[in-house]
C-alpha cells in the first residue's frame, strides 16, 4: 500500500486538520467527536442541513460545508459509518431553531447511525435517504439501492432552498424529489485501499472492470473485460434512462464523477460520448458537473448520473455556493 | 492500460469536445489546430494571456481560461509540445491589440515552438518561462529546471493583472517575480500511461517512490522506499526552502497539487504536515492551494509548491476568477 499517511489511526484527524487549515474561511473542524461545521454560525430561523457517512468520498461530504449548501459534514473512520454522537454534537452546534435535515445515504450503518441520531434528539429533524445507484439491489453494505453521487447534487439543490428560507418540510420534500428524480451507474478500473485493511478492497485483472460498482468498492452487475470508452458510457447511460425514463427534450443534469484516480481528460471524453447519445435521444443537457465530487479513495473508475431537471430544481443548483469544492455566484 | 477512450487518435479531440460542451458559459474549443479560448471575447486593450503544453496535466491549462487567468490554451498531445500554429491561430483569435503574453513551462520542445510562434507574429508580445521545480537541473526533456505546478500561481496572478489594465512588460514583470519568488518539488508513487504508449513511462517497485518526479515521470533526484508523510513532505519542503530562502515570518502560499490519481484526503494531510513544519520555521502561510491542478495523467503523487507573498501578489491572487478549474469572488 502507497499512501500519503503516517498511521492508519492518524489519518483522518490530520487529513480534517490540513483541510480545517487550508479553508479556515469557510470550515471549522472538531474533534472527539469529528464534525466539519461553517465557520460563521448558521443564521437564526435557516434550517440546518446535516450530512455524514464513512470518509473516502471526498470532497463529499466536507467540502461541501458552506454557504449554499451543508451546515455541518460527520465522517466517519474511511468507509465506516460515523456515529449518533457526530450527529449529535453537529446539530447542537447549528440548529438554529429552524429543525435539522439529515442527509443519509443508504447504507445500512449509516441509516441506522442518523436514526439513533434522530431519535435522541429533542428538537425538529427529518431525514432524505438517498438511493440512487440503479446498478443493483440490495449489495454488501445495503438493503435497497444503494446512494451515490447524487447525494451530492441533493445537498446543492436542498442547500439553496434551505438558504433561501425554506421549511424542514419543504426542504426534505425537495429533497426526496432531488433523489427519485435522479440515477446514477458506475464502473471501476481498479479496487481502492482502505489505509486500515492495507490491502485492495477487490482485485481486478489487467483487462477487467468491475460494472455497477460501488462506491466501497462492492460488487455490480458484472465483471467484465474493459470496453471502449463509448459502449461503457452507452451502457451506464442505458441503465440509468431505463430505470429513470427521462421523456424526448426533458431538461437533465449531466454529471460525470470521477472515482478518485481518473484524470479530468477522461472525465471529460465520458461527457462527450454521454452527450452524443443524449443527442441522439433528444434528452437535453441543461445542467452539467464533472469532475470527482464522490470518490473511492484513489480507485479508477467514473459514474454518470442524470437528474430531470425542472424549474425549481434549475434555480436552486444555479444559486450561489461556496464551499471549498463547489464555488460560484458569489 | 485500462483507460475512458476510445482510440489514442481521438482521445484529446474527444476529451476537448466534452470540455468544451460541460463548459460553454466559460470557454470555446477549436480544433485543426487546436485551442481554447473565453466563450466571451477579450477586452480592447487588454493583454492576452496564452498558456499551453502537452495534455495530460489538466486542468492545466485548458481548465484555468476564463476570467481573471488565461485568455486562451494550446493542448498539444499527451506529454506533447503543441505547435506553433497552434499558438499563432489562438494569438489572432484573442489579440486585441495590447499584445500577447505566452506563459511557458521549461521544456525544450515548448520553449522552441512558443519562440518560432512569437518570431512569426507581427504584433508586440512576450513570454515568461517557468522553471520552479527544485528537484534536478536539466532533465530527459529540458535544459535547466522544469516549469511546473507553479505555471498556476503564474497564470492566477498575471491573469488578475492583465485584467486590471497592466501592460505587456508589466504583466512579464510579474510573471516573471512569481516564479522567481516560487519552488516546487514533487514525489510519485506511481507511473503514468501515455494513451498512445499503452504502457507505464516508468515502472516502480511496489515499496518505492520517485523522489523529485518530473510531471512528465522524468527521474527525480533518487527512486527510494516509500516514507511516511511527514518524511517525504518534510524532504519535500526541506529542498524547496534551501532555494528559496523565506525569511521568518515571511509571509507564503502553499500550494499541495496532485498528480491525478491521490485523494484529496491525502493531499490535505500533507498540508497539514506541511504547515506543521513551516509552523515551527516561523514561515507564515498565509494563502493556500490544495487540489488536482497541475497532474500527469493518473499517476498517484503530490508535489509542494511554496511562493514567497508581499503585498502585490496578495492582492493578485485574491482577485476574482472565473474558469472551469479555479472559481472565486464572482
Given at each position: 500500500m502507497k499512501k500519503f499517511m503516517n498511521s492508519a489511526d492518524d489519518f483522518l484527524k490530520e487529513s480534517l486538520q490540513g483541510f480545517g487549515a487550508a479553508h479556515e474561511d469557510i470550515v471549522s473542524c472538531y474533534y472527539d467527536p469529528n464534525f466539519i461545521t461553517r465557520s460563521s454560525p448558521t443564521k437564526d430561523g435557516k434550517v440546518a442541513l446535516i450530512s455524514g457517512g464513512g470518509s473516502g468520498h471526498e470532497p463529499m461530504h466536507g467540502g461541501l460545508v458552506g454557504h449554499g449548501m451543508l451546515d455541518a459534514a460527520c465522517p466517519g473512520f474511511v468507509f465506516s459509518s460515523p456515529t449518533p454522537d457526530q450527529m449529535l454534537a453537529a446539530s447542537e452546534k447549528v440548529d438554529s431553531g429552524a429543525g435539522v435535515l439529515f442527509i443519509v445515504k443508504n447504507y445500512s450503518g449509516d441509516v441506522m447511525n442518523f436514526e439513533m441520531a434522530a431519535e435522541m434528539m429533542s428538537g425538529?429533524?427529518?431525514?432524505?435517504?438517498?438511493?440512487?445507484?440503479?446498478?443493483?439491489?440490495?449489495?454488501?453494505?445495503?438493503?435497497?439501492?444503494?446512494?451515490?453521487?447524487?447525494?451530492?447534487?441533493?445537498?446543492?439543490?436542498?442547500?439553496?432552498?434551505?438558504?433561501?428560507?425554506?421549511?424542514?418540510?419543504?426542504?426534505?420534500?425537495?429533497?426526496?424529489?432531488?433523489?427519485?428524480?435522479?440515477?446514477?451507474?458506475?464502473?471501476?478500473?481498479?479496487?481502492?485501499?482502505?489505509?486500515?485493511?492495507?490491502?485492495?478492497?477487490?482485485?481486478?485483472?489487467?483487462?477487467?472492470?468491475e460494472f455497477g460498482v460501488g462506491i466501497h468498492g462492492e460488487p455490480g452487475r458484472r465483471r467484465d473485460k474493459v470496453k471502449s470508452a463509448q459502449e461503457i458510457t452507452n451502457e451506464l447511460l442505458e441503465a440509468i434512462i431505463e430505470d429513470l425514463k427521462p421523456e424526448n427534450n426533458e431538461d437533465i443534469l449531466l454529471f460525470v464523477n470521477g472515482m478518485g484516480g481518473t484524470p479530468l481528460t477522461e472525465l471529460?471524453?465520458?461527457?462527450?460520448?454521454?452527450?452524443?447519445?443524449?443527442?441522439?435521444?433528444?434528452i437535453k443537457i441543461a445542467r452539467s458537473l464533472v469532475g470527482n465530487y464522490c470518490t473511492s479513495l484513489e480507485m479508477q473508475g467514473a459514474s454518470i448520473t442524470l437528474t430531470k431537471l425542472d424549474q425549481e430544481l434549475v434555480k436552486h443548483w444555479d444559486s450561489a455556493v461556496h464551499t471549498a469544492a463547489m464555488r460560484w455566484g458569489m
Open positions: 425538529p429533524n427529518a431525514s432524505v435517504l438517498t438511493n440512487d445507484d440503479v446498478a443493483v439491489e440490495d449489495s454488501s453494505f445495503t438493503t435497497g439501492r444503494r446512494g451515490v453521487a447524487a447525494t451530492v447534487l441533493v445537498e446543492k439543490i436542498v442547500g439553496s432552498l434551505a438558504e433561501s428560507g425554506g421549511s424542514l418540510q419543504e426542504c426534505k420534500a425537495l429533497g426526496d424529489k432531488v433523489n427519485t428524480n435522479s440515477g446514477s451507474m458506475g464502473v471501476a478500473f481498479s479496487s481502492c485501499t482502505v489505509p486500515a485493511a492495507g490491502k485492495p478492497t477487490f482485485e481486478l485483472g489487467a483487462d477487467e472492470m471529460y471524453l465520458i461527457y462527450d460520448n454521454a452527450k452524443k447519445l443524449l443527442d441522439g435521444k433528444n
